[in-house]
């Protein structure tokens, strides 16, 4: 009886490890796809400013260089903003709040929204 009773619990410990194995290797592939999404934005990028016809700099040109703190004190403007939807009596949205963070290659929004 005490056999059965350790061969469960053997089975049932396999079972709770081998399940966060599977959650490490999902978030192990979410990020090699996120990696893989920054690779292709920034060889896009790459081969778009190479073979631009118009350069991007140069004269009657210019480039402007927003930090991400500006960016961010602008989106802040939108915290606690109530919008009604449409069609739907007494339902609203709730922005709580919207950020940007920049990363090479990719721009990742991060929301929060009721």
Do not use: H, W
Not at 56 to 73: H, Q, R, T, W, Y
Request: proline share 4%.
């Amino acid at each position: 009886m005490s056999y059965q009773r350790l061969a469960a619990a053997v089975v049932l410990l396999c079972a709770v490890l081998l399940a966060g194995c599977d959650t490490e290797e999902e978030l192990l592939k979410q990020r090699l796809e996120m990696l893989k999404a920054e690779e292709a934005s920034l060889q896009e990028l790459k081969t778009t400013l190479a073979s631009s016809a118009t350069p991007l700099e140069g004269p009657g040109k210019a480039s402007v260089f927003l930090s991400d703190d500006l960016i961010n004190g602008v989106l802040k403007g939108a915290d606690g903003v109530v919008v009604p939807v449409p069609g739907v009596n007494g339902a609203t949205i709730t922005v709580k709040s919207i950020r940007t963070q920049f990363r090479m290659g990719l721009t990742c929004p991060v929301s929060s929204v009721q």
